[in-house]
Protein backbone atom coordinates (compact mmCIF):
# COMPACT_ATOMS: atom_id res chain seq x y z
CA UNK A 1 0.00 0.00 0.00
CA UNK A 2 3.08 2.23 0.54
CA UNK A 3 3.50 2.30 -2.74
CA UNK A 4 -0.02 3.35 -3.97
CA UNK A 5 0.25 6.02 -1.25
CA UNK A 6 3.68 7.57 -2.85
CA UNK A 7 1.77 7.18 -6.55
CA UNK A 8 -0.66 8.62 -5.49
CA UNK A 9 0.83 11.97 -4.29
CA UNK A 10 2.92 12.20 -7.41
CA UNK A 11 0.95 11.39 -10.18
CA UNK A 12 -1.57 14.43 -8.73
CA UNK A 13 0.47 16.72 -10.54
CA UNK A 14 2.59 14.43 -13.08
CA UNK A 15 -0.19 12.29 -14.43
CA UNK A 16 -3.16 12.26 -16.36
CA UNK A 17 -6.37 12.31 -14.23
CA UNK A 18 -6.95 8.15 -15.57
CA UNK A 19 -3.80 7.38 -14.14
CA UNK A 20 -5.03 8.87 -10.76
CA UNK A 21 -8.09 7.18 -10.98
CA UNK A 22 -6.57 4.21 -11.36
CA UNK A 23 -4.24 4.33 -8.44
CA UNK A 24 -7.48 5.64 -6.30
CA UNK A 25 -9.81 3.07 -7.11
CA UNK A 26 -6.91 0.26 -7.16
CA UNK A 27 -5.96 1.10 -3.24
CA UNK A 28 -10.15 0.85 -2.44
CA UNK A 29 -10.15 -2.50 -4.02
CA UNK A 30 -6.77 -3.18 -2.38
CA UNK A 31 -8.12 -2.35 1.26
CA UNK A 32 -11.54 -4.34 0.62
CA UNK A 33 -9.58 -7.50 -0.41
CA UNK A 34 -7.40 -6.42 2.78
CA UNK A 35 -10.65 -6.77 4.92
CA UNK A 36 -12.35 -9.58 3.28
CA UNK A 37 -9.94 -12.41 2.35
CA UNK A 38 -10.09 -15.45 4.05
CA UNK A 39 -6.84 -17.66 3.42
CA UNK A 40 -8.52 -20.35 4.62
CA UNK A 41 -11.04 -20.51 1.33
CA UNK A 42 -9.47 -21.04 -2.12
CA UNK A 43 -12.74 -19.05 -3.71
CA UNK A 44 -11.58 -16.07 -1.74
CA UNK A 45 -8.11 -16.41 -2.43
CA UNK A 46 -8.88 -16.62 -6.27
CA UNK A 47 -11.12 -13.76 -7.16
CA UNK A 48 -8.81 -11.90 -4.59
CA UNK A 49 -5.90 -12.94 -7.30
CA UNK A 50 -8.10 -12.17 -9.98
CA UNK A 51 -9.14 -8.97 -8.77
CA UNK A 52 -4.99 -7.83 -8.44
CA UNK A 53 -4.38 -9.75 -11.80
CA UNK A 54 -6.87 -6.95 -13.33
CA UNK A 55 -5.40 -4.33 -11.24
CA UNK A 56 -1.88 -4.83 -12.23
CA UNK A 57 -2.91 -5.86 -16.08
CA UNK A 58 -4.58 -2.41 -16.15
CA UNK A 59 -2.12 -0.93 -14.36
CA UNK A 60 0.93 -1.64 -16.35
CA UNK A 61 -1.46 -0.48 -19.71
CA UNK A 62 -1.68 2.70 -17.90
CA UNK A 63 1.81 2.63 -16.90
CA UNK A 64 2.67 2.29 -20.86
CA UNK A 65 0.31 4.86 -22.05
CA UNK A 66 1.99 7.57 -19.98
CA UNK A 67 5.55 6.72 -21.09
CA UNK A 68 7.21 7.35 -17.74
CA UNK A 69 10.55 7.95 -18.44
CA UNK A 70 13.33 7.40 -15.59
CA UNK A 71 15.16 10.58 -16.94
CA UNK A 72 13.15 13.47 -17.34
CA UNK A 73 13.32 14.52 -14.35
CA UNK A 74 14.01 13.53 -10.25
CA UNK A 75 9.77 13.22 -10.03
CA UNK A 76 9.51 11.27 -13.21
CA UNK A 77 12.43 9.27 -11.85
CA UNK A 78 10.89 8.61 -8.45
CA UNK A 79 7.72 7.78 -10.40
CA UNK A 80 8.60 5.57 -12.23
CA UNK A 81 10.54 3.26 -9.73
CA UNK A 82 7.08 3.71 -7.71
CA UNK A 83 5.65 2.36 -10.56
CA UNK A 84 8.45 -0.78 -11.05
CA UNK A 85 7.85 -1.41 -7.23
CA UNK A 86 4.34 -1.38 -7.25
CA UNK A 87 3.88 -3.78 -10.13
CA UNK A 88 6.91 -6.03 -8.21
CA UNK A 89 4.80 -5.95 -4.99
CA UNK A 90 1.07 -7.62 -6.91
CA UNK A 91 3.01 -10.37 -8.89
CA UNK A 92 4.85 -11.56 -5.35
CA UNK A 93 1.32 -10.11 -3.47
CA UNK A 94 -0.21 -13.12 -6.10
CA UNK A 95 2.56 -15.80 -5.63
CA UNK A 96 2.16 -15.66 -2.24
CA UNK A 97 -1.70 -15.87 -2.29
CA UNK A 98 -0.73 -18.74 -5.11
CA UNK A 99 1.29 -20.61 -1.68
CA UNK A 100 -1.78 -20.09 0.44
CA UNK A 101 -4.41 -21.72 -2.22
CA UNK A 102 -1.99 -24.84 -3.08
CA UNK A 103 -2.03 -25.50 1.43
CA UNK A 104 -5.58 -25.98 1.37
CA UNK A 105 -7.30 -28.94 0.78
CA UNK A 106 -9.59 -29.96 -1.63
CA UNK A 107 -13.36 -30.22 -0.24
CA UNK A 108 -13.92 -32.75 -3.12
CA UNK A 109 -11.14 -34.92 -2.27
CA UNK A 110 -12.62 -35.09 1.16
CA UNK A 111 -16.04 -36.26 -0.04
CA UNK A 112 -15.26 -38.54 -2.79
CA UNK A 113 -12.94 -40.25 0.33
CA UNK A 114 -16.42 -41.12 2.33
Known sequence: MKY???????ISTNCSSSFHELISSSIEKINSIKSNI???DKSSICS???VIS???????K???EQEIIP???????????LCKMTLATMRI?????DEYQMKIPNDNQHHHSK
Open 71 to 81: SKSDSDLKLFE
Open 62 to 64: EFN
Open 4 to 10: FDGLLQL
Open 38 to 40: KLS
Open 54 to 60: LIRTQFK
Open 48 to 50: SKD
Open 93 to 97: LCTSL
